[in-house]
T-cell receptor, first 116, second 114 residues
Framework: GAGVSQTPSNKVTEKGKYVELRCDPI?????LYWYRQSLGQGPEFLIY????????DSGLPNDRFFAVRPEGSVSTLKIQRTERGDSAVYLC??????????????FGEGSRLTVL | AQSVTQLGSHVSVSEGALVLLRCNYS??????LFWYVQYPNQGLQLLLK??????LVKGINGFEAEFKKSETSFHLTKPSAHMSDAAEYFC????????????FGEGTQLTVNP
C-alpha cells in the first residue's frame, strides 16, 4: 500500500524490557513524526525528523526513549527499561515538506504497546 | 507556542441533527488549523484544513469548519449527522514554519443516536 506502515500493530511486554517500534513512511516524504496517544487523550508529540536528522526531539519524555532514521526513510522508536506508564498507542506520521506545502500529516494505524 | 482546547469530550446527537464540535486555539503566529477523525482501531484521517484564504473550508463527508480569528475558533460542523459519523474528532494547530509540529486537542467523541 501507499500509506504509512507501522509494525508491530500490537506489542505486549514486561516491565523492564526493551522495545522497538518501526515506521515506514510514504515514499518521498522527507518529514517523519512520532506521537504517543494515551487512552482518552489526543496525540502528544515525541520527535520530528527531517531527512536523517532529528529536527525536534523536545517531546521525548526521558532518556529511555530514542528514535533513529538512519537512511532518511524507515524510522525506529526505541524504548529501554519499559515502565507500565509507557503503555499507549505510538503513532507515526509522514509529510511532504517544502515551499508552499501546508504540512499535512499522514498517519499510520499505530503500534499499541502494553507493558505488564 | 500553540495550544488547542476542544470543548466537550463527548457529544451526542440524533441521526439527521446538526453536528457542532468546538475548537479554540492559541497561537503566537498565524495558525494552520486541522480537523482529524479517528475511527475505532484506525489511524487519524484528515477531514479538512485551513491555511490561508477563504475562512470557510469544506472537507470530506460533508463536514466544514470556519476560521474565526477574532474568536480564535475553528469549530467543525455538519448539517445532518449520519450513523457513520460516530468517531473521535481531533482539532490540531501548527505554525507556519515548515516542519513544525502539530499540536492536538484532547479530542471529542461523537455519538450518533438512531
Amino acid at each position: 500500500g501507499a500509506g504509512v506502515s507501522q509494525t508491530p500493530s500490537n506489542k505486549v511486554t514486561e516491565k523492564g524490557k526493551y522495545v522497538e517500534l518501526r515506521c515506514d513512511p510514504i515514499s518521498g516524504h522527507t518529514a517523519l513524526y512520532w506521537y504517543r496517544q494515551s487512552l482518552g487523550q489526543g496525540p502528544e508529540f515525541l520527535i520530528y525528523f527531517q531527512g536523517t536528522g532529528a529536527a525536534d526531539d523536545s517531546g521525548l519524555p526521558n532518556d529511555r526513549f530514542f528514535a533513529v532514521r538512519p537512511e532518511g526513510s524507515v524510522s525506529t522508536l526505541k524504548i529501554q527499561r519499559t515502565e507500565r506508564g509507557d503503555s499507549a498507542v505510538y503513532l507515526c506520521a509522514s509529510s511532504l515538506m517544502g515551499q508552499g506545502n501546508t504540512g499535512e500529516l499522514f498517519f499510520g494505524e499505530g503500534s499499541r504497546l502494553t507493558v505488564l | 507556542a500553540q495550544s488547542v482546547t476542544q470543548l466537550g469530550s463527548h457529544v451526542s446527537v440524533s441521526e439527521g441533527a446538526l453536528v457542532l464540535l468546538r475548537c479554540n486555539y492559541s497561537s503566537s503566529v498565524p495558525p494552520y488549523l486541522f480537523w482529524y477523525v479517528q475511527y475505532p482501531n484506525q489511524g487519524l484521517q484528515l477531514l479538512l484544513k485551513y491555511t490561508t484564504g477563504a475562512t470557510l473550508v469544506k472537507g470530506i463527508n460533508g463536514f466544514e469548519a470556519e476560521f474565526k480569528k477574532s474568536e480564535t475558533s475553528f469549530h467543525l460542523t455538519k448539517p445532518s449527522a449520519h450513523m457513520s459519523d460516530a468517531a473521535e474528532y481531533f482539532c490540531a494547530v501548527r505554525g507556519e514554519t515548515s516542519g513544525s509540529r502539530l499540536t492536538f486537542g484532547e479530542g471529542t467523541q461523537l455519538t450518533v443516536n438512531p
